[in-house]
Each structure stands twice: as structure tokens, then as C-alpha cells.
């Protein structure tokens, strides 16, 4: 479902819980602290998502319609685009990726897409396997041309492109 705007408090903590866990994981590759005016903007504009489990939002997501900064050559206004999935740790373990997959896919349908896309930075090889497992194909990594429109997490990162496309 949508996320509103009393989420707000909540998508920060569960973006703070990722960072953390980031900076164990992968400190090569930490998500910045995003600005509530863009966060509050994705959920004004019915593009900021949540699964909610016992009344607690167990995962979030953003979805976007345009990446052309990322993207570049391949944004054709063909596809949605997946951002930022964060889940609660008390629900670690559902496999919500495959979830926000099988739902982004039926909603790509509905605005007319052809494509489902989400991207990583860094060499993840369980993250490659684990979107892989869930259905998007791997179409490598490279460095992005020009970066500097973008969150720092991307400036002279490996980009890994990961597609799904829709029949």
C-alpha cells in the first residue's frame, strides 16, 4: 500500500536501520541521509510504498517512472523503476524483494511498461543472486557517465543494472 505522510518518522528509522547495517556490510557503499522534502514528495506523489505486517511497516520501497541519470541511453519511458527497498528488522526473512517484484510487475502492466528496472551499487554477489532469484536479469555493471545529478553513494560507483521484462 501507499505510504502517507504519518510514515515519515518510520521510512527514516528504516533508512538509518539500512545505513548500519551498510557500514557493516558494505562501507564502500552507504545510502546518504535523503532529505525529507524528497522523501515527503515520493509519498505526495503516490510513489513511496510500505507492506505492513501485525500494524508495524515491515518494508518500504520508492518507485520512480523516469532514470535517466542512471539509466541513461536505456530510459525510454518504458519502465518502472524500483528505489531504495528497506525492511524492518523483525521481518528480515520474507523474501519481500520477490514480493515488490511480483507487485511492481502488475503494476508496470496497469501504467503501461514495458519493463521493471532497479539498480545497486557495488560488487554484491549474494544482492545479485538474491534479485537474479527473483526474477530480474542481470545486465551487468559499469560506471555511470555523469554521475553528479545523483545521491553520493553513486559518484564513481559500479552500477549494477538489473531488468525484468514484462509479456
Not at 557500514?23 to 510504498?49: G, S
Not at 507492506?51 to 519502465?79: G, L, P, Q, R, S
Not at 552500477?159 to 525484468?164: A, L, P, Q, S
Amino acid at each position: 500500500m501507499n505510504s502517507n505522510l504519518d510514515d515519515i518518522p518510520e521510512i527514516f528509522r528504516l533508512y538509518q536501520l539500512a545505513r548500519d547495517f551498510q557500514k557493516i556490510q558494505f562501507p564502500e557503499n552507504l545510502w546518504p541521509e535523503f532529505d525529507q522534502d524528497f522523501i515527503a514528495t515520493e509519498v505526495i506523489e503516490n510513489r513511496q510504498f510500505k507492506i505492513v505486517i501485525d500494524n508495524k511497516i515491515a518494508c518500504i520501497w520508492a518507485i520512480t517512472y523516469n532514470d535517466a541519470d542512471i539509466w541513461e541511453e536505456k530510459e525510454n519511458n518504458d519502465a518502472i523503476y524500483i528505489h531504495r527497498i528497506a525492511t524492518n528488522p523483525e521481518f528480515r526473512g520474507n523474501n519481500f524483494v520477490q514480493m515488490i517484484a511480483d507487485w511492481s510487475k502488475d503494476f508496470a502492466r496497469k501504467e503501461n511498461k514495458k519493463f521493471l528496472r532497479m539498480d545497486t551499487c557495488g560488487q554484491n554477489d549474494r544482492l545479485i543472486n538474491h534479485y537474479k532469484n527473483c526474477g530480474f536479469e542481470f545486465l551487468g555493471m559499469k560506471k555511470l557517465k555523469d554521475s553528479s545529478g545523483l545521491q553520493a553513494h553513486y559518484h564513481n560507483a559500479d552500477v549494477c543494472f538489473f531488468e525484468i521484462e514484462l509479456k
